[in-house]
């Protein structure tokens, strides 16, 4: 296999890890395949857009996300890397409303950046169309 074909199938599989992680509940464990300095962020077109750092950042986010929910998961439904540091997959996020227990479910993209085999960056968007777009962009730009 190629140099880029080994990070692609490295970072596939590092952002792998972290969904499951997440998926059993481990904050932590998400956090484990993350720098220090991790950065989400989300549009303003996405309900608690903003931009958040490092481990505080990112129990503040997931914190406000999951205090809306009563029950929240997410899924992959495809995934796909973007050059050698990123990866973009279409997420299938489901919850039911906190108290009214209404349920909703959405597709979302996020996109991952890895640096030196651990996640730097995450971002969602409302497409996976977009989501390619930044990436191959940042890939372009060689962004960190």
């Not at 596939?12 to 720098?35: H, I, K, M, N, S």
């Not at 996405?46 to 999951?66: A, K, M, V």
């Not at 409303?97 to 996640?119: F, N, Q, T």
């Amino acid at each position: 296999m190629t140099r880029t074909g080994d990070l692609q199938r490295s970072n596939v599989e590092l952002v792998r890890r972290a969904v499951d992680a997440f998926q059993r509940g481990d904050l932590d464990g998400v956090l484990a395949e993350a720098r220090e300095d991790f950065e989400i962020f989300l549009p303003r077109n996405l309900p608690n857009s903003g931009t958040f750092h490092g481990r505080d950042g990112y129990f503040t986010w997931i914190g406000q996300w999951l205090d809306a929910w009563d029950d929240f998961s997410v899924e992959i439904a495809e995934m796909q890397p973007a050059g050698e540091r990123h990866v973009v997959a279409t997420m299938r996020q489901s919850g039911l409303g906190k108290g009214s227990r209404i349920p909703v479910e959405m597709e979302i993209a996020y996109m991952w950046e890895v640096r030196d085999g651990r996640l730097a960056v995450l971002h969602l968007y409302p497409s996976s169309e977009e989501a390619m777009q930044v990436a191959e962009r940042r890939e372009r730009e060689g962004a960190e």
